[in-house]
């Protein structure tokens, strides 16, 4: 019982220590080029060039039958001097700009270990640290309950104006037949959760 109460604190202060995305303001320079909020996608790649990650958040439209692009999340890597930006675009125009700590020479790593994934990590630190995962799956936004506007009279309608959509996707990892499958459960581009499974399997 002990081992596993300073097994849990350990991982506690490991994330504790995990960067945080931090709001970095409205503008980006990228050498000797400036961008700002609202600029459209292309602008952006061509004065910054292209990201070290792009991950694209979709949804299943109904009234069209496909899955329609909703939010873009660009991530670029400057190396160990400069901090991580991580560039969100909603409809092909830039809406926040966030750090992600000190970023680092890109080189995926040679070792994944079920201990590295933690809740607080970033999807762009999670697949150049582990690659891709056995399974993909549960992709897709949830909206929380919709505020209430009141108009004169008592009547009352729905409004999704300040509604933040969540984009949650499920990671599961196959580490072999010695560990527990680990499934993950990212929000908006970051781990929230990590949840043994079943026993790992053999590859071929």
């Known amino acids: 019982?002990?081992?596993s109460w300073l097994l849990i604190g350990s991982l506690l202060c490991l994330a504790a220590l995990l960067p945080s995305p931090v709001r970095a303001g409205e503008t980006l320079r990228c050498g000797s080029r400036i961008v700002s909020l609202d600029a459209l996608a292309p602008a952006v790649y061509a004065a910054c060039g292209e990201p070290a990650y792009r991950d694209t958040?979709?949804?299943f439209d109904q009234s069209y039958g496909r899955?329609?692009?909703d939010t873009e999340v660009w991530t670029y890597n400057f190396g160990p001097n400069q901090l991580l930006r991580i560039l969100?675009?909603?409809r092909g125009r830039l809406r926040t700009i966030e750090t992600d700590g000190y970023?680092?020479?890109a080189q995926a790593d040679s070792h994944c270990a079920p201990e590295d994934i933690v809740p607080g990590l970033s999807k762009y630190r999670l697949a150049l640290r582990c690659g891709e995962p056995a399974i993909k799956d549960a992709a897709g936004f949830l909206f929380g309950e919709r505020p209430y506007l009141r108009y004169r009279g008592g009547d009352r309608a729905f409004s999704n104006d300040y509604v933040t959509?969540?984009?949650r996707e499920a990671w599961t990892y196959n580490f072999g037949p010695r560990y527990f499958?680990?499934?993950v459960i990212l929000e908006n581009g970051r781990i929230t959760e990590v949840i043994d499974g079943d026993r790992g399997y053999a590859t071929p």
Do not use: C, E, K
């Open 88 to 90: 969100r675009f909603r």
């Open 165 to 167: 959509p969540i984009y």
């Open 1 to 3: 019982m002990r081992s």
């Open 67 to 69: 899955y329609v692009a």
């Open 57 to 59: 958040w979709d949804y």
């Open 103 to 105: 970023g680092f020479y």
């Open 181 to 183: 499958l680990r499934r």
